[in-house]
T-cell receptor
Framework: AQTVTQSQPEMSVQEAETVTLSCTYD???????LFWYKQPPSRQMILVIR??????QNATENRFSVNFQKAAKSFSLKISDSQLGDAAMYFC???????????????FGKGTKLTVNP | NAGVMQNPRHLVRRRGQEARLRCSPM?????VYWYRQLPEEGLKFMVY????????ESGMPKERFSAEFPKEGPSILRIQQVVRGDSAAYFC???????????FGDGTRLSIL
């Protein structure tokens, strides 16, 4: 079974600076998706960024980018020019690409709480 | 295009009562997923449904929990004879197909007295 590990329960960053959140995962599959979701205090789950494992190019979405290291099974999230609105729980998640029953679910890490200091 | 709609937002039940949580997926989405989030934890998969079919219920407790996604109407997660340990946030997500990411509702926070 796949597992996702986020080793940083909490992180903090100064406004306008850059922060990197870590995520590692364990799988025997060669193709899969990886995601970062953001959960602010309102508890919504907001998709931040998505990466397909077969793509070597790291995904970017405005101030958010990932460092995907497939061999190391590492998928870190970098937030540049941090803003107060970035403060939230961030969850890393894995999903298989195989369509057999049971593989479509997301497997989440325990999350990293990000605080942005003004 | 409205997002995934869950109701109620908050639900309070006494031990032994039944809880019914509703989820209306985004328009055009036929895949529905239910997840549970315990305090200070990540989301844990419970069940995956397509219209009228349960595809994967490997994360759902064998007793007291059931889910459905009828041809017409929302998906329902039903918890019978609730216990204190059922207190959690329950999230529904939907997607149009397996290649697209799942979009989440705002969740239902279930509290058991």
């Amino acid at each position: 079974a796949q597992t996702v590990t986020q080793s940083q329960p909490e992180m903090s960053v100064q406004e306008a600076e850059t922060v990197t959140l870590s995520c590692t995962y364990d799988t025997s599959e060669s193709d899969y998706y990886l995601f970062w979701y953001k959960q602010p205090p309102s508890r919504q789950m907001i998709l931040v960024i998505r990466q397909e494992a077969y793509k070597q190019q790291n995904a970017t979405e405005n101030r958010f980018s990932v460092n995907f290291q497939k061999a190391a099974k590492s998928f870190s999230l970098k937030i540049s020019d941090s803003q107060l609105g970035d403060a939230a729980m961030y969850f890393c998640a894995y999903r298989s690409t195989y369509t057999q029953g049971g593989s479509e679910k997301l497997v989440f890490g325990k999350g990293t709480k990000l605080t942005v200091n003004p | 295009n409205a997002g995934v709609m869950q109701n109620p937002r908050h639900l309070v039940r006494r031990r032994g009562q039944e809880a019914r949580l509703r989820c209306s997926p985004m328009k055009g989405h036929s895949h529905v997923y239910w997840y549970r989030q315990l305090p200070e934890e990540g989301l844990k998969f419970m069940v995956y449904l397509q219209k009228e079919n349960i595809i994967d219920e490997s994360g759902m407790p064998k007793e007291r929990f059931s889910a459905e996604f009828p041809k017409e109407g929302p998906s329902i997660l039903r918890i019978q004879q609730v216990v204190r340990g059922d207190s959690a946030a329950y999230f529904c997500a939907s997607s149009p197909n397996l290649d697209q990411p799942q979009h989440f509702g705002d969740g239902t926070r279930l509290s058991i007295l």
